[in-house]
């Protein structure tokens, strides 16, 4: 059970970070929760359009830095890139999955940290 869920988790993280977020959105139960700084949803239809904007305002693709899974649940911390393509302070999610689907995600990240990324590159450009 353990690597279906990493192996699910993985698939997901890399289908919307790639921009697809059709395929993304398979992974993800009916009724999907959302936790994160400043954001709450409970349904996947609710999420989706909230995860189209976020991956509008970052660079493509993903780094695994670390993934651990026990029985339903999944810790993985990664890297996104910024749209200049630098890399964002390590973010960290917990996933629940239940019948084969994510039922629940929670995002834990340096909102401060990562405001002043994202702003250092939109000055950038």
């Known amino acids: 059970m353990k690597q279906h869920v990493l192996d699910l988790v993985t698939a997901y993280q890399d289908a919307w970070t790639s921009g697809d977020l059709d395929s993304a959105a ?3 139960a009916p009724d999907f929760r959302f936790e994160g700084a400043g954001a709450s949803f409970t349904s996947a239809d609710d999420f989706l359009p909230f995860l189209a904007r976020f991956g509008g305002r970052i660079g493509r693709g993903w780094r695994q830095v670390a ?3 026990d029985g339903d649940e999944a810790l993985v911390m990664y890297e996104l890139r910024g749209p200049a393509g630098q890399a ?3 973010t960290v999610d917990h996933f629940v999955v239940r019948d084969g689907k994510i039922a629940a995600e929670t995002l834990v990240f340096d909102t401060a940290a990562f405001g002043q990324a994202m702003t250092g590159a939109a000055a950038s450009h």
């Open 26 to 28: 398979t992974y993800l």
């Open 67 to 69: 993934a651990f899974g």
């Open 88 to 90: 964002l302070p390590l």
